[in-house]
């Protein structure tokens, strides 16, 4: 199945099938995990997963102009104004929460209102940074009860990074990428093992910096290989690549890439962690499957190596088209995501084995990818073929 792409096109088109009914008949405004096939809210306005079904929204309406899903969008940005007002919530998370809304609904429409929700959210990303320690702190508290917040940081931050990124540029002014990569290099060098599997949490001495201790988190233990933990490492190095051009985040991007496909089983989706001891029932984890495969589409637009290009193009290919044979639920109407199979915290027993909004965003993500490239071959091939008539 080297590079076909045949199978795209009808994808997106049930996924936008899919996503019309849901957003139809979804009583919750922050969509975040399913029980019995049915989203349930996160009721948490600061909750890190709340830009993610208006997201998912806005990459459909860029293609598919549905009115519906654009207002639903519009709504949900401004429900999140009350977390960026109230402020005490807030954590380093507000660049998933407002990259994929406000950054979006500002570039495609230009609303003011909007570029100032974002630069805000900057402002205060930007304002977790640590100085002692060259690091961007996770969390005001937190739920691993041995770790002092002050010092805690976590790989998932290399998601939040374009926020400053893009502020950086819409204000003319370095001190947000600055940030973000000296944040970005402190990761690289505490979070990315030799052999390019991640951790998921470093608690740093909060005064002076260095490590004080690791923390499994999400995964099964602080040695082992959390896979979504690697997708966001996969994802955000590839991320802070594209706005900076430094080399060693392509690389990083690429070597964790390559742990995460070496781990893969035959049929390309992740267990939930790479080193949790195996059988059967062992859980899947097809959000991290979605974002790893996004993250590798970036990565093979980005690498000047065509083979490098095609390798990571063909990986991503193969883990999509898995998800789509294996886990999608278009012929379920019962099931209001798109992706079934994914795991949240499986080390509390949270959001196992259902559907998980950041799973469909970036299935949808990376399907809308596939589409683009189809798009231009198939405008390659018109030219190709006029050229020669
Ligand atoms: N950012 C939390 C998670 O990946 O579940």
């Known amino acids: 199945m080297y590079n076909d792409l045949s199978w795209v096109d009808s994808a997106w088109s049930d996924i936008v099938?899919?996503?019309?009914?849901?957003?139809d008949e979804l009583e919750v405004n922050f969509p975040s995990m399913t029980t019995d096939g049915q989203y349930?809210?996160?009721?948490?306005?600061?909750?890190?997963?709340?830009?993610?079904?208006?997201?998912?929204?806005?990459?459909?309406?860029?293609?598919?102009?549905y009115e519906p899903f654009k207002t639903i969008a519009i709504n949900r940005e401004e429900l999140m104004d009350q977390p960026l007002e109230e402020y005490v919530n807030i954590h380093h998370d507000v660049g998933f929460m407002w990259q994929l809304t406000s950054i979006k609904q500002y570039e495609l429409f230009g609303n003011e209102k909007s570029r100032?929700?974002?630069?805000t959210a900057a402002s205060h990303l930007a304002s977790r940074f640590n100085i002692g320690g060259n690091f961007l702190?996770?969390?005001n508290k937190n739920d691993v009860s041995s770790a002092d917040p002050r010092g805690l940081s976590i790989i998932d931050s290399m998601m939040n990074l374009p926020i400053l990124y893009w502020a950086a540029?819409?204000?003319?002014?370095?001190?947000?990428?600055?940030v973000a990569k000296a944040h970005a290099d402190t990761v690289l060098k505490e979070f990315i093992r030799p052999d390019g599997s991640v951790r998921h949490m470093v608690e740093f001495n909060y005064l002076e910096?260095?490590?004080?201790?690791?923390?499994?988190?999400?995964?099964?233990?602080?040695?082992?290989?959390w896979s979504r933990g690697a997708s966001w490492a996969i994802h955000g190095f590839a991320?802070?690549?594209?706005y900076t051009k430094e080399r060693k985040y392509l690389d990083a991007a690429m070597k964790t890439a390559d742990f995460f496909l070496s781990c893969l089983p035959n049929d390309h989706v992740p267990h939930w962690d790479f080193r949790v001891p195996k059988d059967d029932t062992t859980p899947r984890d097809t959000s991290a499957a979605a974002c790893a495969a996004s993250g590798m589409l970036l990565i093979a637009d980005l690498v000047d190596?065509?083979?490098?290009?095609?390798?990571?193009?063909?990986?991503?290919?193969?883990?999509?088209?898995?998800?789509?044979?294996?886990?999608?639920?278009?012929?379920?109407?019962?099931?209001?995501?798109?992706?079934?199979?994914?795991a949240f915290n499986v080390p509390k027993g949270l959001g196992v084995n259902c559907s998980l909004i950041y799973g469909d965003y970036y299935y949808v993500e990376a399907i809308s990818k596939l589409v683009d490239k189809v798009t231009l071959a198939d405008k390659n091939q018109v030219l190709k073929t006029e050229c020669c008539e």
């Open 17 to 23: 099938n899919k996503v019309k009914v849901t957003s």
């Open 40 to 65: 349930c809210d996160t009721h948490a306005p600061w909750a890190w997963v709340v830009g993610f079904w208006p997201g998912l929204l806005w990459l459909l309406y860029e293609k598919e102009h």
């Open 116 to 119: 100032t929700r974002a630069l």
């Open 137 to 139: 702190t996770a969390w």
């Open 169 to 178: 540029e819409q204000l003319n002014s370095p001190r947000f990428a600055l």
């Open 209 to 225: 910096g260095g490590v004080k201790a690791y923390h499994g988190g999400q995964g099964y233990s602080e040695d082992s290989a």
């Open 239 to 242: 991320l802070s690549y594209k």
């Open 305 to 342: 190596d065509k083979k490098a290009a095609d390798k990571y193009l063909q990986a991503a290919n193969n883990i999509l088209h898995s998800l789509h044979q294996k886990y999608t639920t278009f012929n379920q109407p019962s099931e209001q995501g798109i992706l079934t199979g994914g």
